[in-house]
């Protein structure tokens, strides 16, 4: 048997002293074949299993796969987004948008016919259109223009309005806002109505050529939060001419009247100078009913007249 070392491998050829043992073997005539050199499949085969692998790169024209494409198109994606996000927001992409519906008919005043409001209170809806109408019964000349005369001045528990004219709210909405001014002359002695003026509120009519624009009645009162209030806080003490706020609000107005548009017709005309010239289109007549009012006028002598108080817009035009 021949002494031949083996090959160190198929891919390395033999060293001298195979080459000198193979030699020697032939020359004695038994030895055996030459050492074979491994084959050009076998090499190759062994260098790649001894080279580490590389990734395969992508032929050209051929389709990256999903997840290489993601990661490659995200920072042009989100690029994308904020582009198209500023555009919204500039105004610049117009967006399709429903129509807003339509104000309902009427909406700037309330039904003919009476009505619960917001708040509190009725309205007159059902006078609408009613020449002379009052809540309460008012006594003959509650509502004249002229002022007491100086030889008669006015004694007791008087009524005027300190403010008028319409106020929006942030929602859209308004009222005509009414203020109220209390006066005691000819007496020091108090007058304390109740929060709630007896129970059944302020009444409020606006009257124009053709009859009642707007009224209502059992109005609650808004008083300031300085009011001397008594002990139980039941009571305000208006002495001095203190005084709180009524609103009527749009749904008292009659059907075609709105809040701005009559609190304007409560102004009377003026002249250049401010001397009014005339009565204002619209009268506005505001009464109430509290008993503390009846107490101080018998206390001074004078009839209770049912504990009533009223005030009117007009005023005397100048004199010629």
């Known amino acids: 048997m021949s002494s031949l070392p083996p090959a160190q491998g198929p891919d390395e050829p033999p060293s001298d002293e195979q080459w000198e043992a193979f030699l020697r073997d032939a020359m004695e005539g038994g030895g055996a074949g030459a050492p074979k050199e491994a084959s050009a499949r076998d090499r190759l085969a062994a260098a790649r299993v001894r080279r580490p ?6 032929r050209s024209g051929t389709a990256r796969s999903a997840t290489a494409w993601l990661a490659a198109a ?3 994606t989100a690029v994308a987004a904020v582009v198209v996000f500023g555009a919204f927001q500039m105004g610049l992409i117009p967006v399709p948008r429903s129509s ?3 104000p309902a008919a009427g909406s700037a005043s309330g039904p003919a016919e009476a009505v619960s409001l917001p708040g509190g209170g009725t309205s007159d809806g059902d006078q609408c259109g009613t020449k002379g109408y009052h809540h309460f019964p008012l006594p003959a000349g509650a509502t004249d223009v002229e002022p007491p005369s100086p030889a008669s001045p006015a004694s007791g528990p008087q009524l005027s309005l300190s403010h008028y004219g319409y106020a929006a709210d942030p929602d859209g909405e308004g009222g005509i806002v009414i203020g109220l001014r209390f006066t005691t002359p000819g007496t020091k002695k108090p007058l304390r109505v109740s929060r709630t003026l007896g129970g059944e509120g302020a009444a409020v009519e606006i009257e124009g050529p053709d009859g009642l624009v707007a009224g209502a009645h059992g109005l609650p009162v808004s008083w300031p939060s300085a009011a001397r209030e008594s002990a139980s806080g039941a009571s305000v003490d208006v002495s001095d001419g203190g005084g709180g706020e009524i609103v009527v ?3 008292a107005l009659c059907p075609g009247h709105d809040g ?3 609190a304007r017709s409560l102004v009377p005309p003026a002249d250049s100078t ?3 010239t005339g009565p204002p289109p619209y009268r506005l007549v505001v009464s109430l009913r509290d008993p503390a009012v ?3 006028r018998t206390t001074l002598g004078l009839p ?3 504990g009533l108080l009223s005030a009117v817009n007009l005023v005397p035009a100048a004199r010629s």
Do not use: I, K, M, N
């Not at 692998?53 to 992508?58: E, Q, S």
């Open 53 to 58: 692998r590389r990734p395969r790169r992508p």
């Open 274 to 276: 401010g001397t009014v």
């Open 74 to 76: 995200a920072p042009w």
């Open 304 to 306: 209770a007249g049912g």
């Open 294 to 296: 009846g107490t101080l």
């Open 100 to 102: 807003p519906p339509a």
């Open 249 to 251: 609000p749009a749904e």
């Open 260 to 262: 701005d548009s009559v």
